[in-house]
């Protein structure tokens, strides 16, 4: 049996919230009750990215200079570099009380299943928001333990896509697919990471600092920014949080704080860098998150964003990669699975037959997230409103033996996905 999670973006509470425990509680229930209803002779769950969020930390803010697309001599007034923040940042995740309960509870899943025979695997694949982890010896050791994985990954990375020949399955996180989130290279730091830092978690400590007499909620709601979905939509949705809350001063001064991080974001060197001749990426984010200098909220919301997200690195656009995966193509893997949109799918991709005159059902599976997830109302006249909701979602599936039905069919997939609004 093997199970898939990802995107569950542990903080260390700087930023926002971290996931409470009772879902990991919830999973775990779950698992134990479908394995023993699979019969399952092993048990291997597979954190497939941004699981530990390192970049969503405001501990980032505290350098004068030190960020993740530093070099690695590179130090802060203090002396203090790139390895140090990541290590610290990694820490207080893991130390984080509610963390520490959930991750308790894994491990405890991990025990009860193994009382029963059944042994247990954890695999850890890297995303764009804990890929810092696998640059240093003693972070992937640190993820190591809270799994209670091999010491071998002190000595060797955790790997980005993995293919299980039983299961005939190939994951990787997604974010490959994304521009904007990777940068043709794991160890690399990439846009996404400059606009987490310098406009997300930036945002809400400079509301914080600018507005004393603001609504408590609102201050909080500020801090959701992280998880509207897709990000284009970030603008509009600030602009509708302000109305919600009909305080025409703050609203002004939200927006003015927010075309000033654009503004700065956009001078950055390491934006620069990625500024090329003609249109491009940069010159897209431009467009969207200072668009509220150009016109009204209300007109821009009804541009077709969302379509140019799909394009860049949304769902549709992961479908496409899934269906053109070499290892899918070849015959090789029958069900490809991704993480990163915080969008959780399964979408039929080809049949084909085989030499042996069966039919191959290929498939493509996205895990979803088990965050927040804030996203405009499709009817709205203006389309400035948001709703929002609690998701968990998760992919099983099952090799020969496992999973037969009553009828004798044997089946090769499993999808749980809730909702809590």
């Not at 764009?128 to 992937?140: A, G, K, S, V």
């Not at 709601?221 to 603008?235: G, Q």
């Not at 305080?247 to 974001?265: C, G, M, P, Q």
């Not at 895990?367 to 948001?386: A, L, P, Y």
Request: hydrophobic letters at 35%.
């Amino acid at each position: 049996m093997l199970v898939f999670i990802s995107d569950l973006h542990l903080t260390d509470g700087s930023s926002g919230e971290t996931i409470n425990p009772d879902a990991f509680e919830k999973f775990t229930y779950q698992i134990s009750q479908l394995a023993q209803k699979a019969k399952a002779r092993e048990l291997q769950i597979v954190l497939l990215g941004d699981i530990f969020d390192i970049i969503r930390s405001d501990t980032w803010l505290k350098s004068d200079s030190v960020r993740p697309w530093s070099s690695e001599d590179a130090l802060d007034r203090n002396g203090v570099g790139l390895r140090k923040y990541t290590s610290d940042i990694l820490t207080d995740i893991i130390e984080n009380p509610k963390n520490k309960q959930s991750i308790s509870w894994l491990q405890e899943l991990k025990s009860t299943m193994e009382k029963w025979d059944v042994p247990v695997q954890f695999t850890y694949l890297t995303g764009n928001h804990d890929w810092l982890i696998n640059r240093y010896p003693e972070t992937r050791m640190a993820v190591s333990r809270c799994f209670l994985m091999p010491d071998s990954y002190e000595a060797k990375k955790f790997p980005d896509g993995f293919f299980w020949n039983d299961y005939k399955v190939y994951a990787r996180h997604g974010d490959f697919y994304d521009p904007i989130n990777y940068e043709k290279d794991r160890d690399r730091s990439s846009l996404g990471d400059a606009i987490v830092i310098e406009l997300i978690n930036r945002f809400h400590n400079e509301a914080e600092k600018h507005i004393r007499n603001a609504d408590p909620q609102f201050l909080s709601l500020i801090k959701e920014i992280d998880n509207v979905r897709p990000m284009f939509d970030i603008p509009v949705w600030i602009d509708g949080l302000c109305k919600r809350f009909k305080s025409r001063n703050t609203a002004n001064k939200i927006k003015e704080i927010w075309n000033n991080l654009v503004k700065d974001f956009m001078k950055l060197d390491f934006v620069k860098q990625h500024d090329k001749f003609g249109p491009d990426y940069v010159d897209l984010l431009k467009m969207v998150f200072g668009i509220s200098k150009i016109m009204p909220l209300s007109i821009t919301a009804r541009l077709p964003f969302k379509k140019i997200a799909s394009l860049i690195g949304g769902s549709d656009k992961m479908i496409d990669c899934a269906f053109k995966e070499d290892i899918l193509k070849r015959n090789e893997a029958q069900f490809i699975v991704y993480g990163h949109t915080h969008k959780h799918c399964v979408i039929p991709l080809d049949q084909v037959p085989l030499s042996d005159g069966s039919l191959m059902n290929k498939m493509y599976f996205n895990t979803g997230t088990w965050r927040t997830v804030h996203e405009r109302t499709k009817f709205d006249i203006q389309s400035q409103e948001f709703t929002n909701w609690q998701v968990m979602s998760f992919v099983v599936f099952y090799k020969d033996g496992e999973r037969v039905d009553t009828n004798g069919n044997q089946r090769r997939f499993e999808v749980w996905s809730g909702a809590l609004g």
